[in-house]
């Protein structure tokens, strides 16, 4: 049996759970709504404040949806009510970042600005020229931004320059030496 699939997802007041028509779940809360259709070996089942999650057989198939399918229920549940958020840096001598509009206008280092773009359930926030904080209530989608504007100019191991997430740690190379 999986451990993570067989505890329950206590659902917080103010939260509402459904389960459709297709194996379709249905997470409605503070932040706004998300669904998730989940395969049909598995079984959602609302009881009281908590979704359980049971599986058809001990398939490999079916083991692996098993705790699968829990942790994206749980996901969408904190997403309605936390959200998430990813924090990013810049580091580089004239790299920085601003907000305008709706839009994120980074210098990168290149010969013209890189702009991205929010995109809808994607907030973006700059409190200072060198930190980007990307918020959402969708774990998959926030991270995905996130890691899209990282790519933009992702860091370099031998003077640490481009972005990186706020908590990574970037292994640093020696450069040359001269006999």
Do not use: C, W
């Amino acid at each position: 049996m999986s451990r993570i699939g067989k505890v329950p997802v206590s659902i917080p007041p103010g939260v509402t759970v459904s389960v459709g028509e297709g194996n379709v779940v249905t997470v409605k809360g503070p932040k706004g709504e998300l669904s998730h259709a989940v395969r049909p070996e598995i079984e959602v089942s609302v009881e009281g404040a908590a979704v359980n999650v049971a599986r058809a057989s001990d398939l490999p198939l079916h083991r692996a949806m098993h705790g699968l399918s829990r942790s994206l229920i749980a996901n969408m549940v904190t997403g309605v009510t936390e959200g998430f958020k990813k924090e990013l840096e810049v580091n580089g001598v004239g790299y920085r970042a601003a907000k305008d509009g709706r839009r994120l206008v980074m210098n990168l280092g290149y010969s013209h600005q890189v702009i991205v773009e929010e995109t809808d359930g994607i907030a973006i926030d700059v409190p200072a020229p060198n930190k980007i904080v990307v918020n959402g209530i969708d774990k998959q989608a926030v991270g995905q931004f996130a890691a899209d504007i990282r790519r933009k100019r992702p860091p370099e191991p031998y003077l640490g320059k481009g972005i990186k997430y706020a908590s990574e740690v970037i292994r640093r190379k020696e450069g040359k030496t001269t006999k």
